[in-house]
C-alpha cells in the first residue's frame, strides 16, 4: 500500500510564516526575505515527507495567506476596486485583497467548512472576467519536481516509476461533496469533470474529500467519473464511509486514498484499529489500489511534537502532530505491503492502553454530574422582556447603549509583563501591579470614549480559550502547538485529555477589581463551553456532548461567583458555536440542541436582574437563528461587519427578536478606522429592521489584535455615531 499526505501546515515549526509575513506588512523587510522563508520552509516539507517515504506528495498546499485566495488570484477574479490591471499579480493586489488597504477594505472572510480556519470568499458575478493571473500552483510544483531531481535522500525507485508510466498526479480538494448537494449541483460537478476530460487525460487525478461522510448518491456520482483516478475519503469523521464502500463497491481499476490519519486532531492513531479498516478496503478495491492517506490537510494540527518541551511523557506519548501523522501514515503502508514496523507497532499499542487506563483521564464526581444532564432541561425562569426590564431598572442604559467586545490592543509592553510572570521573571505582586495599571488605563478610556457598559481590556489574556483551558483540570498545554486561523494568525488549541473541573474561580479576581475602578457597568468577561470545546483539541474517547456538559458545569460556577462579587453584566462569548455545526444536516439538530443547552447550563442560575451576553463571531447565523434565539441571552453582540446584509436579511423576513442584539458596526480585522457617518449609516440601516430598544452600538470583535491609534478614533467615531442617533430618535 502506498502513503500520501493531504496537505501539510504553511505556517512551520515555529510560525517562521507568521513572522516573516508580519515583518514585510510593517515594511521592516523585503518581498525577497518573505519569498526566502516561504521556499525554506517549503523545502523542509517536502524534504521531511519524502524522507518519511510518503509515495504522493503534495505540492502547492503552501499559501501566503490562504489558498482559496490563491485560487481567486489564479483565475485573475481580483473584484474591480483593487484596480487589477492584468498580468501577474504581485503581493499588492494580493495582499490588499485578503487584508484591505488605506483605501479599500478586505473582501470577506469565513471559515473553512467546520473548521477553525479562515478563508477569503472570492466574489463571483456574471461580470466576473477570468484571466489566468498566478502560476502560482505550477511553480511550486516544478519547484517540488525539481526537489526530487537534486535530492539523493528521494526514493530514485518512485520517480523512474512514475516517469515509466507516464503518470503524474492532480489533487483537486472537492471537500463541498460531503455537503448535502442538490442534483443540480451534482449536475454541474458531473459536468465540469467530463469538461476535463481530455486535458486531464494522461494525468491521475485525484478528488479528495474530507470533513465528513460523502452521502451516497454523491458517491455513486463521482465514482462513475471517468476523468477521476482517485478517490480521498475522510474515514475519521466519515464513519459511514467504510460501510457504503462496501455495501456500493468501488470501481475497478479505481484508486482509494482512505484517510485514516486524523488530519483535525493531535491524537496518536490507534495503528491496529486502523490496520483492520485498511484490510477490509484492500480486499474491496485491489492490493495496488488502496493508498494510506489522512483525513484531511494537516494544516489543521499541529506542527511537530518534537517542539514540546513542556508535555510530560505520558500525555506525549499519546499525541501525534502533523510530523508524527507522516510517520504514521508511512507506517501503515509498509504494514500493509508485508513490511511492518513491529517496534512502532507495540509502542503505538502501549500508548493506547496507558491512555485508556490513565487516573489523570477520568473523574468519577465530574462524570456523573455531567451525565445527569443529558435528556434534562435548564433555563432561566423569567422571560427574556421582563429581565431586560429589570435589568434595565438597574442599569439605567441610554437607547443605542455602547459597548466594547471585550478585550482592548495587547501592546509589546503588557504581552512582555505575562512573559515574564509566566517565566518566573516578575514576582506574583509586580504583574499584579502592572496589570491593575493597564485596566485602570482602559477603564479611564473609556469612560473618557463615554462608551456605556465597560470591560475591563482582558489584559490577563493571552488567548480567551488557553486562558481558562489553564485554570481547569483536564487540559494540557503546547508551547508550539499553532494551527493556523486566518492570514498570518494562528491559535494554539488546548488538549482536553480529561474529565474537566474548577479548582477555583478564574476571573472574579480581575472583574472585581476593574469594578471598583468605576460607577458605569463592568461586564465579566467568559469564554463559553461550547467555544472552549470548538476552540480545543478534544478528546476523542467520548462524545463531544460530554465533555462539552462538563466545561458548562465549570463555567456555571464561574458566572455564579461573579455574580456574587456584585458583577451585573457577564458576557459568555459563545464566538464558536456557529463553527462546529457539522456539516450534514442530519446531524445538526443534535449538535444545536446539546451545544445551546451547554449555554444555558451556564447562567440558567442567575438573578433576572443579572444581564447574560454573548458574543458571536461570523456569519451565516441566518440559518442557526432560532437555536441562537433559544441561547435565551439578554443580549448578543455579533460579528457581521463582512456580511451585514445577510444578517439584517433574516430579521427583514420577519424572524422575532425580543433580546438585546449588537451587530458589529465596523469591522476590526483591517486597519482601516470607519468614520461618524459610516457607521450612522450601519446603525440607521440596522433600525430599519430592528426595534430601537433592543439595539447596542459595539464593534464586530475584540480589539486585541488593533492598535491604540486605530482604536481611540474608531472607538471615538463609534460613540459619536450613537450620540448623533439618539438626537434623532
Ligand atoms: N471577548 C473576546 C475578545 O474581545 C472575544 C473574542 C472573539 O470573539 N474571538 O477578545
Ligand atoms: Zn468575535
Known amino acids: 500500500m502506498a502513503s500520501h499526505i493531504v496537505g501539510y501546515p504553511r505556517m512551520g515549526p515555529k510560525r517562521e510564516l507568521k513572522f516573516a509575513l508580519e515583518s514585510f506588512w510593517d515594511g521592516k523587510s523585503t518581498a525577497d526575505d518573505l519569498q526566502k522563508v516561504a521556499t525554506d520552509l517549503r523545502h523542509s516539507i517536502w524534504k521531511q515527507m519524502a524522507d518519511a517515504g510518503i509515495k504522493y506528495i503534495p505540492s502547492n498546499t503552501f499559501s501566503y495567506y490562504d489558498q482559496v485566495l490563491d485560487t481567486t488570484a489564479m483565475l485573475g477574479a481580483v473584484p474591480e476596486r483593487y484596480n487589477f490591471t492584468g498580468g501577474e499579480i504581485g503581493f499588492d493586489i494580493y495582499f490588499s485583497m485578503a487584508r484591505g488597504n488605506a483605501s479599500v477594505p478586505a473582501m470577506e472572510m469565513t471559515k473553512w467548512f467546520d473548521t477553525n480556519y479562515h478563508f477569503i470568499v472570492p466574489e463571483l458575478g456574471p461580470n466576473t472576467k477570468f484571466s489566468y493571473s498566478s502560476h502560482k500552483p ?10 526530487y531531481i537534486y535530492n539523493n535522500t ?7 516509476e512514475l516517469k515509466a508510466a507516464g503518470a503524474s498526479w492532480i489533487q483537486f480538494d472537492e471537500p463541498t461533496l460531503v455537503m448535502d448537494l442538490e442534483s443540480h449541483q451534482l449536475e454541474a460537478f458531473t459536468k465540469a469533470y467530463t469538461e476535463l476530460e481530455s486535458s486531464l487525460s494522461g494525468l491521475n487525478v485525484l478528488v479528495e474529500t474530507y470533513f465528513a461522510d460523502v452521502p451516497p448518491e454523491a458517491y455513486k456520482i463521482i465514482t462513475a467519473l471517468k476523468s477521476i483516478s482517485g478517490f480521498g475519503f475522510d474515514l475519521v469523521r466519515g464513519t459511514k464511509t467504510l460501510d457504503l464502500v462496501k455495501s456500493a463497491g468501488f470501481p475497478a481499476g479505481k484508486y482509494l486514498f482512505a484517510g485514516v490519519v486524523d488530519g483535525r486532531n493531535i491524537w496518536a492513531n490507534d495503528l491496529a484499529s486502523s490496520i483492520s479498516t ?14 494510506g492517506s489522512t483525513s484531511c490537510s494537516l494544516m489543521h494540527t499541529a506542527v511537530d511534537l518534537v517542539n514540546e518541551t513542556k508535555l510530560d511523557g505520558e500525555i506525549k506519548s499519546w499525541l501525534a502532530f502533523a510530523a508524527q501523522k507522516v510517520v504514521e501514515v508511512n507506517a501503515l503502508g509498509k504494514a500493509l505491503a508485508g513490511q511492518k514496523d513491529e517496534a512502532f507497532f507495540s509502542a503505538n499499542a502501549a500508548a493506547q492502553a496507558s491512555r485508556k487506563s490513565s487516573p489523570r483521564v477520568t473523574n468519577e464526581e465530574v462524570q456523573k ?3 445527569a444532564l443529558k435528556g434534562s432541561d435548564h433555563r432561566r425562569a423569567t422571560n427574556v422582556s421582563a429581565r431586560l426590564d429589570a435589568q434595565q431598572k438597574k442599569l439605567n442604559l441610554p437607547i443605542l447603549p455602547t459597548t466594547t467586545i471585550g478585550s482592548f490592543p495587547q501592546t509589546m509592553d503588557l504581552r512582555r509583563v505575562r512573559r515574564e510572570y509566566k517565566a518566573n521573571k516578575i514576582s506574583e505582586e509586580e504583574y499584579v501591579k502592572a496589570i491593575k495599571e493597564e485596566i485602570s488605563k482602559v477603564v479611564k478610556l473609556q469612560e473618557e470614549l463615554d462608551i456605556d457598559v465597560l470591560v475591563h481590556g482582558e489584559p490577563e489574556r493571552n488567548d480567551m480559550v488557553e486562558y481558562f483551558g489553564e485554570q481547569l483540570s483536564g487540559f494540557a498545554f503546547t508551547v508550539n502547538g499553532w494551527v493556523q486561523s486566518y492570514g498570518s494568525r494562528c491559535v494554539k488549541p488546548p488538549i482536553i485529555f480529561g474529565d474537566v473541573s474548577r479548582p477555583k474561580a478564574m476571573t472574579v479576581f480581575w472583574s472585581k477589581m476593574a469594578q471598583s475602578m468605576t460607577a458605569r457597568p463592568m461586564k465579566g468577561m467568559l469564554t463559553g463551553p461550547v ?7 478534544v478528546r476523542n474517547d467520548q462524545p463531544r456532548f460530554e465533555t462539552c456538559y462538563q466545561i458548562a458545569l465549570a463555567i456555571k460556577k464561574e458566572v455564579e461567583d461573579l455574580e456574587a462579587a456584585g458583577i451585573q453584566v457577564i458576557q459568555i462569548d459563545e464566538a464558536a458555536l456557529r463553527e462546529g455545526l457539522p456539516l450534514r444536516k442530519s ?21 433576572d436582574t443579572t444581564q447574560i451576553h454573548t458574543h458571536m463571531c461570523y456569519s451565516n447565523f441566518n440559518d442557526i437563528i432560532h437555536s441562537i434565539i433559544n441561547m435565551d441571552a439578554d443580549v448578543i453582540t455579533i460579528e457581521n461587519s463582512r456580511s451585514d446584509e445577510k444578517l439584517l436579511s433574516v430579521f427583514r423576513e420577519g424572524v422575532k427578536y425580543g433580546a438585546g442584539i449588537g451587530p458589529g458596526v465596523y469591522d476590526i480585522h483591517s486597519p482601516r478606522i470607519p468614520s461618524t457617518e459610516e457607521i450612522a449609516d450601519r446603525i440607521n440601516k440596522m433600525l430599519a429592521v430592528l426595534e430601537t430598544n433592543i439595539l447596542w452600538v459595539n464593534p464586530d470583535c475584540g480589539l486585541k489584535t488593533r492598535k491604540y491609534a486605530e482604536v481611540k478614533p474608531a472607538l471615538t467615531n463609534m460613540v459619536a455615531a450613537a450620540k448623533l442617533l439618539r438626537t434623532q430618535l
Not at 485498511?278 to 493508498?291: F, N, Q, R, S, Y
Open 138 to 147: 505550477v511553480s511550486e510544483y516544478k519547484e517540488a519536481k525539481a526537489l
Open 154 to 160: 528521494i526514493n530514485r525507485e518512485v520517480i523512474a
Open 278 to 291: 485498511l484490510e477490509t478496503l484492500e480486499a474491496i478495491v485491489g492490493k495496488d489500489k488502496l493508498v
Open 369 to 371: 454530574a455531567a451525565a
Open 531 to 537: 467555544t472552549i470545546l470548538n476552540w480545543s483539541f
Open 587 to 607: 446531524e445538526q439538530a443534535f449538535y444545536l440542541d446539546w451545544a445551546v443547552h451547554s449555554f444555558r447550563i451556564t447562567n440558567c442560575g442567575v438573578q
